[in-house]
């Protein structure tokens, strides 16, 4: 079975940058669509970016200019590079996978088939 595991989440004040890391078992990243979602309490969760197997990239509008998702082909693993983060950044970010090189023009958890755990991220003010 498809692994995800999440790495590097924690607190950071408003306007500082953390790395999100997604280390993937047993999928090769270059043939797999990858995203990146999160929740916040009492809310949905919700799309924040995508990587396609063959480069193309997408992001939600509320992260776009700020967040920049990538990927290492040689490591098996997916980034999540957060930069100029905002208390409404808070949430828990979840790595995600699923079996084609084309992610979609939308970042919809729907077309997600593998989910890692998690990890919080917490931006003050």
């Known amino acids: 079975q498809v692994q995800l595991v999440e790495s590097g989440g924690g607190s950071v004040q408003a306007g500082g940058s953390l790395r999100l890391s997604c280390a993937v078992s047993?999928?090769?990243?270059?043939?797999?669509?990858m995203g990146w979602f999160r929740q916040a309490p009492g809310k949905e969760r919700e799309g924040v970016a995508s990587?396609?197997?063959?480069?193309?990239?997408q992001y939600s509008d509320s992260v776009k200019g700020r967040f920049t998702i990538s990927k290492d082909n040689a490591m098996n693993t997916v980034y999540l590079q957060m930069d100029s983060l905002k208390p409404e950044d808070t949430a828990m970010y979840y790595c995600?996978?699923?079996?084609?090189?084309?992610?979609?023009?939308?970042?919809?958890?729907?077309?997600?088939?593998?989910w890692g755990q998690g990890t919080q991220v917490t931006v003050s003010s």
């Open positions: 995600a996978a699923t079996a084609t090189r084309w992610c979609g023009s939308e970042l919809r958890d729907s077309d997600y088939m593998y």
């Open positions: 047993r999928a090769t990243v270059s043939t797999y669509c």
């Open positions: 990587l396609s197997g063959y480069g193309p990239t």
